[in-house]
């Protein structure tokens, strides 16, 4: 006979057991109709293959191969239980049994189990009611002749587990079998009408939920054809639910908008809150909350942009190049908070409009001088009457994207106040790590700001709070040269001016000769914004000709004679060295909020009792720099220090009305005081800066290529310059370093000994 492993399949005395012709060959070996067969139930699945003698439960059934069907299935009638006394598997996984039948403890009457039947018949039929099957089903249950057959017919669809199924024909009383059987099916049935109420409930909800959505689309779409029609009539609670929605904005501010749209809708129109709730949502519904997606920038077209608006500033053009370059390779907003410090009219601020030309992008500039109120950065809260969004969120809003170029002017002009410290409301606006959940008060909900691209100016970083400079990467601006104004003037002013005045390039001359002498004569200043003002008002002057003589065939021509008329001043006044300098004045350098400037340090000895006199509106720091070398002179020339005793030390630093503080005068100082005790004066041309210490040694300063700049345009030829401040001169033009003769020093002998007032023997004499 055949031995066929089976697994979760109703096995039932006098019962039809269904499988599929492959699946009874695989487990059984062959399928031959006719043929004796023992199904064994396993105790997990498995292939024949893998079966082994305690794979299976001990009862199993016998029975006959009835039927093999042309549609692919195979049926066994099962006749009786039987037990399995012994089984072994052979070769090639035969499965070898021994056993023996398994009658019943008791028996069933014919009538009671048709009265079983007759009853589970009439429970399927009217399950089976409920679909379109139905017909099928009742001829198949009418076919069945006892209930282990209807059992068996239904097996295949039960939950109930490979167990349960097993513990039906282990149980011995036919009885007890019988009330199992009978239990098995109702329950399957049971089970089934709430599996099928429920699925028919669910799918009576999503019917219900499909053609609520269709009713409000079909309402929408005539909604929105009536407001086309009359879209006078479309009320601005419509507006802004359309706004909500098709804003993109993040699930927080879109919970909030719908809160704050829901009191509008309460409120009504006469309530006092209507205008600041409108307002609110007109706000928030107004900015670009989608992120926007990186664009591929051509590193050769921003290069040309940034040339043709801008000449010079090398180092700023190539740092926001790469800044370019990284945000290509990483296709996203990156790098450091850039900060442009320099003297007015350097370009600081006009290029961050080119910035964002080469990128691409909206570009808002967000004045910060003289704001002294927190709220100005992060807002107002929405309870205070009048309340608005700060300057940075109003400046999203303005630009229409959420990736604009955003230029904070004039950072270096903010302050504290009893409304607070707006510095510190910009560390989370400054931060990479932190500004993508910015929260403005007014909008009470998180702005990603990752993707702007901040820039900030300023004149000085000393005024700057030390956590709020950490974030950002210092740019330094110097100032032009001559020659780098005449080109800015010829390049981008002059022809500028000429077009804001309506002017013809054919209809005014304005020659090299004149823009040099309005650089040098005319202007003061480090950049060229007085410069372009004073070609605006030669513009104006030749307008004037121009419109007055409408005959007039040949171009106004400016000459050096008119300047003075047409530019309504007098030359500006340069310090200019002289030819000689008499002993104890010394020539130095200062750097100023619109450049350099060159100095004079004065001394002089009057009589009196050793009292030092410092004048010329100096700071704390500078006047401990004049006491410092007044020591370093008396420790140098010992000799001379009756000197000291016997009169008053006058040190003057003009212009006497305009504030000067710093150390970097200490060398200065230092060698006029030596040129004054002394005799020996100090050649004009001779000009210095640097620290000085108590030791002798002349340290760094800053502002070095404005220093320098200063001295080539007073006439300087010498330049003495602390040795560690050497490598700052890769900042300094290159005609400026070809015109001066730069001296790195590293000590005031040094310095006295290349000024000719420490002569050798003296320090031979103090050697010894």
């Known amino acids: 006979m055949i031995v066929v492993p089976v697994y979760n399949k109703q096995l039932i005395p006098n019962g039809k057991i269904y499988f599929q012709k492959e699946e009874f060959i695989r487990q059984g070996g062959r399928a031959v109709q006719g043929e004796k067969v023992v199904l064994l139930q396993t105790k997990t699945y498995m292939d024949r293959n893998e079966v082994k003698e305690d794979s299976f439960y001990p009862i199993g059934v016998s029975g006959i191969l009835t039927t093999i069907s042309s549609d692919g299935y195979v049926v066994v009638e099962a006749n009786g239980r039987v ?35 007759l009853k589970l018949k009439k429970e399927v039929k009217d399950f089976a009611s409920r679909f379109q ?8 249950v009418d076919g069945m002749q006892n209930v282990a057959e209807l059992t068996a017919g239904l097996s295949y669809w039960m939950k109930s587990s490979n167990e349960d199924k097993y513990n039906i024909i282990a149980e011995d009383s036919a009885i007890k079998r019988l009330e199992l059987m009978e239990k098995t099916v109702i329950e399957y049935i049971e089970f089934a009408k709430v599996t099928n109420d429920a699925a028919s409930a669910q799918e009576q909800e999503y019917k219900d939920a499909y053609r609520e959505a269709a009713i409000k689309k079909q309402m929408e779409y005539l909604q929105k054809e009536l407001d086309d029609m009359h879209p006078e009539n479309v009320t601005d609670i419509q507006k802004f639910e359309e706004k909500i929605k098709a804003s993109g904005m993040n699930e927080d501010a879109r919970k909030e908008a719908e809160k704050v749209l829901g009191r509008l809708k309460q409120e009504g129109k006469n309530s006092p809150e209507t205008g600041m709730l409108y307002d609110y949502l007109d706000f928030v519904t107004g900015l670009s909350w989608k992120k926007e997606k990186a664009k591929y920038i051509n590193l050769a077209d921003a290069q040309k942009i940034l040339d043709d608006e801008h000449y010079g500033l090398s180092k700023v053009k190539k740092r926001i190049i790469q800044q370019i370059a990284v945000m290509n390779l990483r296709q996203k907003q990156a790098g450091s908070i850039l900060l442009f410090v320099g003297a007015p009219g350097t370009g600081k601020t006009s290029i961050g409009k080119s910035i964002a030309k080469s990128l691409g992008r909206e570009y808002v500039r967000v004045s910060l001088g003289g704001v002294r109120d927190e709220a100005d950065i992060r807002g107002h809260r929405r309870t205070y009457i009048g309340a608005m969004p700060g300057r940075i969120m109003d400046g999203i809003n303005k630009s229409g994207v959420s990736n604009p170029v955003m230029v ?15 510095a510190s409301a910009l560390l989370e606006v400054l931060d990479p790590e932190q500004n993508n959940t910015f929260t403005d008060h007014y909008m009470n909900v998180p702005y990603d700001l990752s993707d702007v691209l901040f820039i900030c100016t300023a004149n000085s970083i000393d005024t700057i709070p030390e956590p709020l400079l950490n974030r950002m990467e210092v740019i330094n601006f110097t100032g032009y040269t001559p020659d780098e104004k005449l080109i800015i003037a010829k390049k981008h002013l002059l022809p500028k001016s000429m077009e804001a005045m309506g002017i013809a390039e054919n209809e005014l001359i304005v020659s090299d000769e004149i823009l040099e002498t309005i650089i040098s004569d005319y202007t003061r200043e480090a950049g060229v914004r007085g410069l372009r003002k004073r070609i605006v008002a030669l513009c104006r002057g030749a307008a004037v000709m121009i419109s007055g003589n409408n005959e007039r065939k040949e171009a106004v021509r400016i000459t050096k004679e008119q300047l003075r008329t047409e530019l309504d001043m007098r030359p500006v006044h340069h310090e200019k060295v002289p030819e000689k300098q008499k002993a104890g004045v010394v020539t130095g350098m200062a750097w100023t909020s619109v450049g350099g400037e060159i100095l004079y340090i004065e001394t002089l000895f009057t009589k009196g009792k050793g009292n030092i006199i410092i004048t010329g509106k100096l700071g704390d720091v500078m006047k401990e720099s004049a006491q410092i070398a007044v020591s370093l002179v008396k420790s140098i020339y010992p000799d001379k220090a009756g000197l000291f005793e016997e009169n008053d030390l006058h040190i003057h630093v003009p212009d006497g009305a305009v504030p000067k503080d710093g150390p970097s005068a200490g060398i200065t100082m230092t060698t006029a005081i030596a040129s004054l005790v002394t005799g020996k004066s100090v050649p004009a041309q001779i000009a210095m800066t640097g620290e000085v210490s108590l030791r002798g040694l002349v340290m760094p300063i800053g502002g070095l290529p404005e220093k320098l700049m200063a001295a080539q345009r007073a006439g300087v030829t010498t330049v003495f310059i602390p040795a560690e401040n050497e490598q700052d001169l890769i900042d300094v033009a290159a005609e400026v370093k070809e015109t001066l003769h730069i001296v790195p020093v590293t000590s005031v002998s040094e310095v006295l000994e290349r000024t000719g007032i420490y002569d050798e023997d003296r320090i031979i004499k103090k050697a010894s």
Do not use: W
């Open 408 to 422: 904070l002017d004039e950072i270096d002009k903010i302050s504290a106040s009893y409304n607070g410290d707006p």
């Open 83 to 117: 037990n399995v006394d012994e089984i072994s598997i052979g070769q090639n996984h035969n499965i070898e049994l021994t056993i023996s039948k398994r009658a019943d403890s008791d028996s069933i009457e014919a009538e009671e189990e048709q009265k079983i039947l």
């Open 133 to 140: 099957f139905s017909g099928f089903v009742n001829s198949m």
